[in-house]
């Protein structure tokens, strides 16, 4: 079967098509009732070992995440920098109203949307002479054993709005609600590794970068990384091997619970209360900074900090800016 390689190149594939609405369906799959794509956005693609996942959301649905949090969610797909994603590094968006939404998608939308059925990730597991193509069909490169020339049949053809499309051959679908991703990394799974997660924080990084790092902590996304820095009175630049080990254990308690609430409050219907993301002061009414900031060459989010509450251990290169600027 195809291995990681393989299926990256096949995700790389797909990538142009999300966003779009699928038009019309096509291939023979009998386990997936192939109708029930239609109409639906390709929201999102991601590759986790040698599977391949597609996320589909209803078209006239919630809007789908922005390039960053598509390329962001990509590149932890990816890895921590895949050569592919060079260049993509997001100059961030201006802050939409939806972005809670998008980021709660983002950190944790299986755990809602799994109570509700089926999910809306296709997991897309390739046998042996499984692939992906895009815009074009697969051709018989030899007869078969009877003489005939026959191509192969597609289990499954999308076509998109823009007139583009992906055909995926010799592959098992399964609707699922999530990817399947390693829960010892998942800060809301029970399975998760608490050592392997502070051997991480202890990284030089900014730990700003470090718990955006999604081989550590799947899940943890830039609302809660703004928070539970505010939370844990860490300076979003401050390198974790700078930090004592009872700040960090302080970080990671801040990180499960906060996650964890969060999770429970959407469950419950409640929207979030942020402390320091997107506002203008902390809680005890001091003044914001915020900057832009990511690994070199990868990602940069933007960070809220209160400099009173957050005090810099070291001074930083970034390009912070006061929020009532
Ligand atoms: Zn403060």
């Not at 990538?15 to 109708?35: D, E, T």
């Not at 797909?77 to 968006?93: E, K, S, T, Y």
């Not at 053809?157 to 609600?177: A, I, K, P, T």
């Not at 979030?272 to 990511?294: A, S």
Request: glycine letters at 8%; proline letters at 8%.
């Amino acid at each position: 079967m195809p291995e990681g390689p393989s299926v990256r190149k096949f995700q790389l594939l797909t990538s142009p098509f999300v966003g779009q609405v699928v038009a019309k369906v096509g291939g023979s799959s009998r386990k997936l009732s192939v109708n029930d794509l239609n109409a639906l956005r390709l929201q999102d693609s991601q590759v986790h070992g040698k599977n391949l996942y597609l996320a589909f959301v209803a078209a006239e649905g919630p809007v789908g995440p922005t390039a960053e949090e598509t390329a962001l969610q990509r590149e932890a797909a990816c890895g921590a920098r895949c050569p592919a994603l060079q260049g993509q590094a997001g100059v961030p968006h201006p802050l939409s109203q939806d972005e809670e939404l998008q980021e709660a998608q983002h950190s944790r939308s299986e755990a809602p949307e799994a109570a509700e059925g089926r999910g809306n990730w296709l997991r897309i597991h390739f046998g042996m002479f499984g692939s992906v193509r895009a815009n074009e069909f697969s051709r018989a490169s030899r007869a078969n054993k009877r003489g005939d020339w026959k191509d192969p049949v597609p289990r499954l053809v999308l076509h998109f709005e823009s007139g583009g499309f992906l055909v995926f051959y010799n592959c098992r679908m399964l609707w699922c609600s999530s990817p399947r991703a390693d829960p010892a990394s998942d800060i809301l799974a029970v399975e998760f590794h608490r050592g392997r997660a502070l051997r991480a924080l202890c990284a030089p990084d900014p730990i700003c970068n470090t718990l955006l790092d999604q081989r550590y902590f799947s899940g943890l996304g830039n609302i809660i990384k703004n928070e539970i820095l505010y939370l844990a009175r860490i300076h979003p630049l401050t390198p974790g091997s700078l930090l004592a080990l009872s700040d960090l254990e302080r970080l990671l308690d801040c990180a499960l619970q906060f996650s964890s609430e969060w999770l429970h409050s959407k469950l419950r219907g409640q929207g979030l209360h942020p402390r320091v993301y997107q506002k203008e002061q902390c809680p005890l009414g001091h003044p914001l900074m915020k900057g832009t900031f990511g690994p070199s060459g990868g990602f940069k989010r933007l960070t809220w900090w209160c400099p009173q509450c957050q005090p810099a251990v070291l001074p930083w290169d970034g390009d912070p800016s006061p929020v009532t600027e």
